[in-house]
């Protein structure tokens, strides 16, 4: 079993791939947005403490359910779970990831598009213009739509190639381009004109704009950011060696995302406050924010500018392939194992389901007034997955680590056998047996208007 699963060559392999699924449009697209429409700084604060309180116990539980199991998604947890049906939260997970692929792959077509838009040069103009383009673009019933699916095509080639080979080697050196880049918009973007209102925004915290959704809002956001809460990071902890510090790794991924994001938040809201942007835009805010930096700070020299935009979205693109790919890998993992399918039939699947709720997604905020609960398509879908669907999953995993696998097993996976030391396995236990658990079921309670 162990040999025909693929398997990281190296340690910093793991690390990265795993990085790579939880970097992605989460932190560069979603981030700003969320953090645009629920009051900035004092989100940011919330979402933080959601990333280290909830997050990373979370993460933890994952990577012991996976790399103890070593098998898909629903395999992992019904092998730990001794006939009683905790395989659920596998299905729960599959299901989650394959409709957050078909919605996340829109604003992935949405990159796409903007790549060749800037390469080809024709995102030059005032920010009216960076506005309507955005708008007639996202608008139109055929583009959006190939590019979305034209993205899943792309991420279900790289997937029926194989883990090692399609994930590995590129996020080795394009994940560092990317975080230096966006030092450089950043530096860019907080010295344009009128930068500093944006820079106040998101760091000075005013409570008194906080509303009511914001803790499942932060909640979500971080789970999403994260790839936390459909056993993405359990099958892809069933690749991991048992030499990986599970501890160590969620801690490294929970502090690279969380910088991605917030420099995500430095290069975009001084940017909107400088070309007057309003920060609650909602999903469109990066893509009629980012070409008026490019123009705007590289104004001097236009080459520069050029340059410096056409990496920025290969870059995005990239990191959205990363993204796409994990949550694709659950699928057809499953399917793999499960319907034992050659790898590439299995992976068709998952590119068909998602293909239909990416057609959909894209229709929805465009063309078409497609609506389910009074919500465009593309906006339930968001909403269902990162505000209910992901926190469901999270609290069931953890409930599932804390209260039903063996004591044994857990501290067995946390410490590597006994290589390494246990000084926080108590801590971790407390987390997921009793923090994690309340506080999500609060803030379900919350929302629902229960308390
Ligand atoms: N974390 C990714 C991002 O920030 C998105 C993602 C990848 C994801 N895999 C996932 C979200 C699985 C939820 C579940 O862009």
Redesign the pocket.
């Known amino acids: 079993m162990k040999t025909e699963r693929g398997n990281f060559s190296s340690k910093l392999g793991i690390v990265l791939a795993t990085a790579g699924?939880?970097?992605?449009?989460?932190?560069v697209w979603?981030f700003p947005y969320m953090a645009g429409e629920n009051g900035g700084a004092a989100f940011i604060l919330i979402y933080i403490a959601c990333i280290f309180v909830l997050g990373v116990p979370g993460m933890l539980s994952e990577f012991i359910v996976g790399r103890h199991a070593q098998a898909n998604a629903a395999r992992a947890y019904d092998k730990l779970s001794g006939g009683k049906p905790w395989k659920l939260v596998g299905y729960l997970g599959i299901l989650?990831?394959t409709i957050?692929l078909g919605f996340?792959s829109v604003v992935a077509g949405w990159c796409l598009q903007y790549l060749f838009a800037s390469v080809a040069g024709q995102l030059g103009g005032d920010a009216h213009y960076v506005k309507n383009y955005f708008q007639e673009f996202s608008s139109s019933a055929v583009e959006p739509v190939l590019w979305g699916v034209g993205f899943i095509i792309v991420t279900q080639w790289v997937v029926a190639r194989g883990v090692k080979a399609g994930i590995e080697r590129a996020s080795k050196f394009l994940m560092p381009i990317l975080l230096i880049l966006l030092l450089v918009l950043v530096v860019a973007s907080c010295m344009l004109p009128g930068a500093v209102d944006g820079i106040h925004f998101l760091l000075k915290p005013d409570f008194s704009k906080l509303s009511g959704g914001v803790l499942i809002e932060a909640l979500g956001q971080a789970?999403?950011?994260?790839?936390?809460?459909?056993a993405?990071l359990c099958t892809y902890a069933s690749y991991f060696t048992s030499q990986t510090n599970l501890l160590r790794s969620a801690g490294q991924i929970a502090l690279l995302?969380t910088l991605i994001a917030i420099l995500a938040g430095l290069m975009i809201f001084p940017a909107a406050a400088s070309v007057g942007v309003s920060p609650d835009s909602g999903p469109s805010l990066i893509f009629i924010t980012l070409p008026n930096v490019f123009q705007q700070a590289f104004a001097a020299v236009p080459a520069v500018g050029y340059v410096v935009s056409v990496l920025f979205y290969a870059l995005l693109v990239f990191a959205?392939l990363t993204?796409?790919i994990?949550?694709h890998e659950?699928g057809t993992a499953f399917f793999i194992e499960e319907l034992h399918l050659p790898r590439r039939y299995s992976a068709w699947i998952v590119t068909t389901c998602a293909s239909v709720i990416c057609v959909l997604s894209a229709l929805s905020v465009g063309a078409f007034d497609l609506k389910l609960m009074g919500m465009a398509v593309m906006d339930f879908c968001d909403q269902l997955?990162a505000n209910v669907m992901?926190p469901l999953g999270g609290m069931l995993t953890c409930l599932f680590v804390g209260w039903y696998v063996p004591r044994q097993t857990v501290s067995d996976e946390f410490t590597n056998h006994g290589a390494l030391s246990n000084r926080f396995l108590a801590a971790y236990l407390f987390a997921v047996r009793f923090v994690c658990p309340v506080c999500i079921m609060l803030i379900f309670l919350h929302q629902l208007g229960v308390i």
């Open positions: 699924s939880a970097v992605g449009l989460g932190n979603r989650t990831s957050i996340y789970f999403f950011s994260l790839s936390l809460g459909t993405c995302d959205a993204s796409t994990s949550m659950i997955t992901l």
